[in-house]
């Protein structure tokens, strides 16, 4: 693990409630004046994510994801502080969707996030992803990682989105 990184492990079913807060907490300040006010303020925003989190640790149509957290600690406890999960391509010619990596603002520039996508994708795995645009610190990531846009793009819920892909090869970053 990067020095001065989280602990990062395989998400349990015990981790929703907290999977759900960072989910939560990360698109209310990475999207805020991106996405419409109304979702990400929506009194029942934190339970949705919940039951979706308890949904992908628990029920078997998820059993091929790789969900991982990461936790630092905070006084004498450890807290989750992000979240990733990857799973099988649903378009693109890849072996991998990211489909979800999200870390607390405090724990950007930490180390985390890499190690959050490494245990979710492997370098060598060919993989894509979807990420809001405009997101320049996120884009920035992922080109640091091999993902370069391959000129699709979508709308979703009002936000646009690339599509960005990387071929599987061995990266030494």
Known sequence: M????????RATPSDAE???RVHVESWRRTYRGVMRDEVLDDPGFIARREAFWTAVLTEDRFALN???VAEAAVGDTAELVGIAMAGPAIEHHAE???????LLDEHHGSGTGNDLLAAVVAPHESATLW???PNPRAQAFYRKHGFVPD??????????????V?????RHD
């Not at 991998?96 to 999200?102: G, S």
């Not at 000129?151 to 960005?164: I, M, P, Y």
Request: hydrophobic share 45%; aromatic share 4%; glycine share 10%.
């Open 18 to 20: 907290a999977m759900a």
């Open 151 to 164: 000129g699709a793009v979508q709308v979703d819920d009002g936000v646009r989105e690339l599509r960005l």
């Open 2 to 9: 990067t020095q001065g990184a989280a602990r990062i492990r």
């Open 166 to 170: 990387r071929s599987g090869t061995d």
């Open 66 to 68: 790789r969900i991982a």
């Open 96 to 102: 991998v969707q990211l489909y979800v990596l999200y």
């Open 131 to 133: 990420v809001a645009d």
